[in-house]
């Protein structure tokens, strides 16, 4: 069964450094997300990303996040500066189709600790 | 804005009994309702979910009906299992598909 996988399961960094988050979506998908969850708190959405551009991003994404589909693969979360706030669990999802309603598919997350 | 709000666990069961786990929502519209299962160490998989006021998804004995008069979206299982034990997140999506989550109802089910 085709999923959606994401690297590294940890990752661990200095705070001011700059963080890559990588996804793999299902490969016949078009629509990605990234969202977030800090530890205890809910899931949250950051930005969805359909033909090569942002479609939708929530208030949590500002300047100092990105996102790029380097390849026909990939998907990336680019945290430019990381700040202890940003520690959190990151989830990668895809879904075929953009309309509400789509099922969208989650990775297993990448869990980022800044120090 | 969209949001949804959902019972506040973690939630002790003994196997068998049965499973309520109460979602409301706010929302314009008609947005699509979800519930996600997020089991030890895994990403979250989508349990069932219901698109329109009326509608029941229902899958693995889980079941929930999107109640346009009250918003809400509460899931029910008749029998729960130790198997069942997970984190339960209650979702919406609208048209421009972004996923609101609530707070995840962490459920845990004893031999």
């Known amino acids: 069964e085709p999923e959606v996988t994401q690297t590294p399961s940890h990752q661990v960094t200095q705070m001011g450094q700059e963080v890559i988050l990588r996804c793999v979506p299902i490969s016949n998908h078009l629509y990605f997300y990234w969202y977030r969850q800090i530890l205890g708190q809910k899931v949250e959405f950051l930005v969805s990303?359909?033909?090569?551009?942002?479609?939708?991003k929530s208030e949590i994404f500002d300047d100092q996040f990105s996102v790029e589909r380097p390849d026909g693969s990939n998907f990336t979360l680019k945290i430019r500066s990381t700040k202890l706030e940003d520690s959190a669990m990151y989830f990668c999802?895809?879904?075929?189709?953009?309309?509400?309603?789509?099922?969208?598919?989650f990775g297993p997350g990448t869990r980022l600790t800044v120090l | 804005g969209n949001s949804v709000t959902q019972m506040e666990g973690p939630v002790t069961l003994s196997e068998e009994a049965f499973l309520t786990i109460n979602c409301t929502y706010t929302?314009?519209?008609?947005?699509?309702l979800f519930w996600y299962v997020q089991y030890p160490g895994e990403g979250l998989q989508l349990l069932l979910k219901a698109t329109k006021a009326d509608d029941k998804g229902s899958n693995k004995g889980f079941e929930a009906t999107y109640r346009k008069e009250t918003t809400s979206f509460h899931l029910e299982k008749g029998s729960v299992q130790v198997s069942d034990s997970a984190v339960y997140f209650c979702?919406?999506?609208?048209?421009?598909?972004?996923?609101?989550f609530g707070a995840g109802t962490r459920l845990t089910v004893k031999p």
């Open positions: 929302a314009t519209g008609y947005p699509s």
């Open positions: 990303f359909y033909n090569n551009e942002i479609s939708e």
């Open positions: 979702a919406l999506s609208h048209n421009n598909n972004d996923m609101r």
């Open positions: 999802a895809s879904s075929s189709t953009g309309v509400g309603g789509g099922e969208q598919f």
